[in-house]
Structures are given as C-alpha cells and as structure tokens.
C-alpha cells in the first residue's frame, strides 16, 4: 500500500484501462492522490466501478474512449489530454492486445497492420503527442507496459503480438537516454501470465494450468499484482534514479 498523497495533485495518464490490469493501475493512482484520465478503449462508455465513482455518484476520473487501431485515433486522445490537462506527469501507455491468434503462414497484411498499430505504433504516437506536456512537468515519468513474450516470443499464433512489444522494450530504452535532459524517465512493466480477460480470450484453461504449474509462485498473477510496479517507476521519490529499464512481474516464470 502506497502513501495515500504519494501522487497527490498529479496529473496521471492510463491508456488501455477499461479493464484488467490498465484499470487497477488507474485505480491505485485514484488512491494515491492523482488526478487520473483514464482511456477506456474503443467503447464510448464503460460500465463505471465503484471506485471510480464519489458517495455522491460523481466520477473521480475523467472518461475518455479511444480506438487506437483506427486512423486519428491517437491524435483526438492526445487532443483530449491536451484540453484536459495543461502537463502530465506520468504516461502509462498500456493499450493493446493480441487481438488473436495469427499462424505464421496465415496471417494477412490487414492483421499484421491492426497489431503493429496497436501495440507498437500508437505508443509511438501517443508518446509523441504528449511530450511537450511531458516536459511540462519537469519530473515526468513514461511507463509502458510490454510483455514476458517479448523475451520468449510468446506461443504459435502471438508472434507479431511478442515483436510489437520487444519493439516497445527497445523504443523505451532508447527513450530513456534521450528525454533525461528533458527530467522524463521512461521504463516499462512486462507482466508475465496474469488472470484477465485476455487469457480467457486467447488462452485454452488446459493451457493456462499448464503454465501455472510450472511458475514458482504456482500461481497466476493479477492485475493487482501488477499495479504496485507501475506506481513505484512513476514515483519520483522511490525510483527516481532509475530509467530505461524492464521489470518483470511474472512469479518467477522467466527463470524456469
């Protein structure tokens, strides 16, 4: 549990928090004090927690659909952004998903595009946009969410999926070395197999129990799991000193 006022008066952005992990890190960043605008997808509307609403019914964060994989998508987000927020400290790029499962010798130019652009070109293009709010800041923080798959490329049919996030693990270490003079830091989060929908969507339950027998924690992670290790690379005063990284959220699976 992190200080209740540790992002206090903070202007937090969470991309792909609809659900799952996107939307836990949105909520713990509502418990620490922020001011959270929180990127709901393709959906116009989401059926609104409890915590993200007051007592009295209100939104504690600001609601703003988005679908990434489209032309303009990410340019009408970031506009939003821009007309709600004069700076950003903290930029979680968390969009994207497999989208399916895409054997290697099937696999059409229109998927190959709709992957790419979701996991790879529109953090590109969100990073982008945001940056002179970014810099406003003067201690801003990017962390984008990547992928165990982007080390062991993932199992048949993901293998786009896995090259778009090793590309987003890359892109951030290069960011990293070229916005410190800017007082921006940039690291990401590569949750290993974590219980959300995107298994339930892309993963048989015969699979899944095969894999969490051989993780050493012998357990699936959740999006709690998760949450804490984007809150602590945004924080300036518990991971100020440290950018370009990659840390790994997975029970100890890579090490099996």
Do not use: W
Request: glycine share 10%; charged share 20%.
């Amino acid at each position: 549990m992190f200080h209740p006022k540790l992002f206090d008066r903070r202007n937090v952005v969470v991309t792909g928090a609809g659900r799952g992990i996107g939307l836990e890190v949105a909520r713990q960043f509502l418990d620490c004090g922020a001011h959270v605008l929180v990127h709901t997808g393709r959906g116009s509307e989401m059926e609104l927690p409890d915590f993200l609403l007051t007592a009295e019914g209100e939104r504690r964060a600001f609601l703003v659909p988005g679908d990434f994989t489209g032309e303009g998508g990410t340019a009408a987000f970031a506009a939003t952004v821009g007309r709600v927020f004069d700076r950003v400290d903290v930029l979680i790029n968390n969009a994207g998903t497999m989208l399916g499962r895409f054997p290697a010798g099937e696999l059409t130019d229109a998927q190959y595009d709709r992957v790419v652009q979701l996991n790879q070109t529109s953090v590109v293009e969100i990073t982008r946009a945001l940056l002179p709010l970014l810099r406003a800041s003067g201690e801003a923080a990017i962390v984008n969410t990547v992928s165990i798959s982007a080390l062991t490329g993932g199992s048949p049919g993901s293998a786009i999926y896995s090259a778009s996030k090793a590309f987003v693990a890359t892109y951030s270490k290069a960011l990293a070395r070229e916005l410190a003079p800017d007082g921006i830091r940039v690291n990401c989060v590569s949750p290993g197999t974590i219980a959300t929908d995107f298994h339930e969507r892309y993963s048989s339950k015969e699979k899944l129990e095969q894999t969490r027998k051989s993780i050493p924690l012998q357990r699936l992670g959740t999006p709690e799991d998760c949450a804490p290790a984007y809150l602590f690379l945004s924080a300036p005063t518990l991971s100020g000193y440290i950018t370009g990284q990659v840390l790994e959220v997975n029970g100890g699976q890579l090490i099996c």
